[in-house]
């Protein structure tokens, strides 16, 4: 990467967080930039709703690329709605076309939603699942 492709990209980065952009991704052809903006703790960050009669906590993308339900394709699914899923059992896979990183469930409990077709793209904070989580 050039010296001034870096500079644009810094200046760039700098005028979106100034905006209050807290996400940016681009992607042309074999290009993808991502940009998130803020403090992240976890490699798959995790919301929570919570209900009354239940406690539903989120699955959200990792990173950028593309959601698969099953590897290879042909396989079995890793889940469906209404499945129970394990603490960290993988409930997809993410995929850029080189790297494919596990998604894995933040709870036990059972599969309430799913937010995402398999081989669609997801950025980084998507949500991907909810799970009713196990309350004991």
Not at 38 to 62: D, R
Not at 74 to 86: I, K, T
Not at 108 to 118: A, N, P, Q, W, Y
């Amino acid at each position: 990467m050039s010296d001034q492709l870096l500079a644009d990209l810094e200046i760039l980065a700098g005028e979106l967080k100034a905006a209050g952009v807290i996400r940016f991704d681009y992607e042309s052809g074999l290009t993808n930039i991502g940009l998130v903006f803020g403090q992240v703790t976890a490699p798959a960050p995790v919301l929570e709703q919570n209900k009354p009669e239940e406690k539903v906590i989120q699955i959200l993308s990792p990173g950028m690329g593309y959601v698969r339900f099953a590897y290879p394709e042909e396989a079995q699914l890793f889940c469906s709605v209404g499945d129970r899923v394990a603490l960290e059992q993988t409930v997809a896979i993410l995929s850029d076309g080189v790297v494919y990183q596990p998604i894995k469930s933040p709870v036990e409990g059972i599969i309430k939603d799913v937010f995402v077709s398999d081989g669609q793209r997801a950025g980084f904070g998507d949500p991907l699942f909810s799970v009713i989580a196990r309350c004991d």
